[in-house]
């Protein structure tokens, strides 16, 4: 029923966007080395270029078991639900139509998954079909000869590469060549209200930074959490900084650190921006006791859809969980969202996004060659018309040209428009930044982010320590 064409956007972080504007405008993305240029700019003006990837729930499992005969792959990924049962559905439908060519599938929760692949890579015992994100962490993979170069095989199925939007490409590429095939959803960071407990205070959701600050002493009166926060999982504070570092900067600041620029982290703008973080902390604006709460557990989430914090800056993936598990908090209408807002005299874009720009695939290069052929033929068969009506039924937005098509009928169909709205539009889609930087840079930026929430170091001090592993 609907589309020919499709794509993918950290999830690890979650994420929703606002609200409707259609562009059909598309700019092609030029492949560039993951390490270098404009990785923030991979959806300038695209359709749908986007987003972060979604926490788990219980693992490892096995679903969907393989049960033919012939070779078999290994395909990990990540427990959350209802993601996990797209992902399982689409593997199932690929079994029952090759049953000498199966796929085994097992999986994880978010931060457990990360742990554990980067483990199995190291080691040479990867599965098959690696599930992530793209950007640094496949660049380190590339850089270890652990993963496929697929740019010849997207040249010999020029089909399956244009039902994608060219966003999503740019999280594959390294020196030019793609390592990874885009899939699922594209999922900006979104800011998430109650709007029942804006009612309840008398008060709007909040246009500008200056709106925030204003905003957290009236619900903390009303013994109201100004904002939920899952700090344990420290990328869930990430996006925070994320945002305020564009608003304040612009996309030029984040850049120079993802261009290898020395010291960076120091621009003026970024120590703001962690001033600004640091204030709204000490003004109580978060949670008693956020760093003890885990994102994984979808208990940030909770308090949103109860009524114990007013707003909660997240992925997109979240909506679904909280129309799932949320009660009619959602389908009755107490669920707002918007973009995040401008802060007052920043030079940044407030149409400019963060989050995911798809999700991915790669194939591990110690696969045999029969296990490699079973996963790309998996590749071509992903993001079948089944699996974006499974995608637009959780209310989410599939990385597929045309995806808009397919939301007039359903529920979450505002919600929809609102994400391909902020996607399409937005000027830059930056990727996650524990996504974009390599994977010893960015467990030391999660670390420093974790401090600096917790108040034990100064924003002068996360910018000398994240200075310190600029490029590594």
């Known amino acids: 029923m609907l589309i020919h064409d499709r794509r993918p956007p950290h999830p690890m972080i979650n994420e929703p966007r606002r609200s409707p504007r259609h562009s059909s405008t598309e700019i092609s993305v030029e492949s560039r080395n993951t390490s270098r240029r404009t990785f923030l700019s991979l959806s300038m003006g695209l359709p749908l270029g986007a987003a972060l990837a979604a926490c788990g729930s219980s693992g490892p499992t096995r679903p969907g078991g393989a049960s033919g005969g012939g070779t078999k792959a290994t395909y990990w990924y990540l427990s959350t639900q209802p993601q996990e049962g797209i992902r399982t559905a689409a593997m199932e439908r690929f079994n029952k139509a090759n049953p000498n060519g199966q796929i085994a599938g097992t999986t994880f929760q978010n931060d457990a998954y990360k742990t554990k692949i980067k483990t199995a890579i190291g080691a040479g015992q990867a599965p098959t079909i690696i599930w992530g994100w793209g950007g640094g962490g496949l660049r380190s993979y590339v850089q270890a000869g652990q993963v496929e170069d697929l740019t010849s095989w997207f040249g010999q199925n020029a089909a399956v590469k244009d039902r994608l939007f060219p966003s999503s490409f740019g999280a594959a590429t390294v020196d030019g060549k793609i390592y990874a095939m885009?899939?699922?959803?594209?999922?900006?960071?979104?800011?998430?209200?109650?709007?029942?407990?804006?009612?309840?205070?008398?008060?709007?959701?909040?246009?500008?930074?200056?709106?925030?600050?204003?905003?957290?002493?009236?619900?903390?009166?009303?013994?109201?959490?100004?904002?939920?926060?899952?700090?344990?999982?420290?990328?869930?504070?990430?996006?925070?900084?994320?945002?305020?570092?564009?608003r304040i900067g612009g996309s030029e600041v984040f850049q120079a650190v993802f261009d290898g620029q020395k010291d960076a982290w120091s621009n003026p703008a970024a120590i703001d921006a962690l001033t600004k973080m640091q204030a709204l902390i000490k003004a109580n604006g978060f949670i008693k006791g956020f760093s003890s709460i885990t994102a994984d557990s979808n208990a940030d989430q909770a308090l949103l859809y109860t009524g114990k914090a007013a707003m909660m800056l997240h992925g997109g993936w979240t909506y679904g969980s909280m129309s799932t598990d949320g009660g009619d908090f959602v389908s009755g209408g107490s669920l707002g969202y918007m973009n995040f807002p401008p802060v007052d005299g920043g030079k940044g874009d407030p149409s400019d996004t963060v989050g995911n720009p798809g999700q991915y695939m790669s194939i591990s290069?110690?696969?045999?060659?029969?296990?490699?052929?079973?996963?790309?033929?998996?590749?071509?068969?992903?993001?079948?018309?089944?699996?974006?009506?499974?995608?637009?039924?959780?209310?989410?937005?599939?990385?597929?040209?045309?995806?808009?098509?397919?939301?007039?009928?359903?529920?979450?169909?505002?919600?929809?428009?609102?994400?391909?709205?902020?996607?399409?539009?937005?000027?830059?889609?930056?990727?996650?930044?524990?996504?974009?930087?390599?994977?010893?840079?960015?467990?030391?930026?999660?670390?420093?982010?974790?401090?600096?929430?917790?108040?034990?170091?100064?924003?002068?001090?996360?910018?000398?320590?994240?200075n310190a592993v600029i490029g590594k």
């Open 365 to 466: 290069s110690k696969a045999s060659p029969e296990q490699k052929e079973i996963a790309k033929k998996f590749f071509a068969s992903v993001l079948s018309d089944e699996e974006v009506k499974a995608w637009v039924g959780i209310g989410s937005v599939p990385i597929v040209k045309g995806a808009d098509s397919a939301f007039g009928s359903s529920k979450d169909a505002e919600w929809l428009k609102f994400v391909y709205g902020i996607a399409s539009n937005a000027k830059t889609f930056a990727q996650s930044w524990d996504q974009a930087l390599s994977p010893t840079a960015a467990e030391v930026l999660l670390d420093n982010i974790a401090k600096l929430f917790q108040l034990s170091i100064s924003p002068q001090q996360f910018t000398s320590n994240m």
């Open 182 to 246: 885009p899939c699922e959803t594209v999922q900006p960071i979104v800011l998430y209200y109650n709007k029942k407990l804006f009612e309840q205070i008398g008060a709007q959701p909040p246009q500008s930074w200056g709106d925030i600050m204003d905003l957290v002493p009236k619900f903390n009166a009303k013994g109201i959490a100004p904002f939920s926060l899952g700090g344990q999982s420290r990328w869930t504070n990430m996006m925070w900084l994320e945002f305020l570092f564009d």
